[in-house]
């Protein structure tokens, strides 16, 4: 029996990584949903999957801990064979000035945005199969300077650079590897913590004239993952409407 593209989706709960899975998974991937505590939303992702004719399933794992980042692989490889794509949109957002930052915010910000990224890229250049394609999602905070920004800016720029490197060590394979650096985006946590006031400032400084949604971003991902990007590869893609 034939397999469909074997693709996993970290943080695929909620937000871009949902969108991510939804739109791999209805182009025909089996997409692993990997959430960390929320299994109704990976479930309802799993779902919407299946309605429009994909394959999917849900699995719990913390990606900052690499036996359970190993766990994902192994459930995929028994569901939909080898892993072809891997997409890395596991994060945490926390922003405040670095003089009133803590040693827990760091620990915090950098287990999720950059321990995380790491120990994903690691399991994906060990298992992903050659012509692969492995995507992690940045942020237009690793190149735009902003106030309140530090934690969350550098984990996320430390993981741009992994893959920078990890693109030259793939290449032999052609296995590609690129950011995604999305700008502002409509996501649910965005939602419940910018009133509408706020949104249409944000959405002002955007030179296309509107936040993202996550589907423009999973419309970008999707490229990647495509075999019409098989040259490019070690890149950050910025995908801020004209922003960054």
């Known amino acids: 029996m034939s397999h469909p593209s074997s693709v996993i989706v970290t943080g695929a709960a909620r937000g871009i990584g ?3 899975a939804e739109r791999l998974g209805s182009a025909g991937a089996g997409v692993i949903v990997n959430y960390r505590s929320d299994a109704a939303a990976a479930e309802s992702v799993v ?24 766990h994902l692989f192994d459930v995929a490889r028994e569901n939909y064979g ?5 997409v890395h949109s596991a994060a945490v957002t926390h922003f405040t000035p670095l003089a009133q930052a803590t040693d827990a915010d760091y620990d915090r910000v950098f287990d999720t945005n950059t321990r995380a990224t790491f120990a994903t890229l690691r399991a994906a250049a060990r298992q992903v199969v050659d012509d692969g394609r492995i995507i992690v999602i ?8 902003r106030a309140g920004a530090g934690l969350y800016a550098a984990g996320k720029a ?22 995604v650096l999305p700008g502002p985006t409509r996501t649910e946590k965005v939602a419940e913590t910018m009133g509408s006031a706020q949104l249409s400032v944000v959405a002002a400084e955007i ?3 509107r936040l993202a949604e996550p589907a423009d971003i999973a419309d970008v991902v999707a490229f ?11 890149q950050t893609i910025h995908a801020g409407g004209g922003m960054f």
């Open 207 to 209: 030179p296309l004239g």
């Open 158 to 179: 430390a993981g741009d650079q992994l893959v920078r490197v990890l693109a030259t060590e793939l290449a032999p394979r052609r296995i590609t590897v690129n950011s």
């Open 47 to 70: 779902a919407a999957i299946h309605a429009a004719g994909g394959q999917a399933t849900a699995v719990q794992a913390d990606v900052a801990v690499p036996e359970q980042v190993q």
């Open 138 to 145: 940045s942020s237009g905070a690793a190149v735009v300077p």
């Open 224 to 234: 990647l993952a495509s075999e019409g990007a098989r040259w490019i590869t070690g």
């Open 18 to 20: 949902r969108a991510v």
């Open 82 to 86: 080898d892993p072809k794509i891997v």
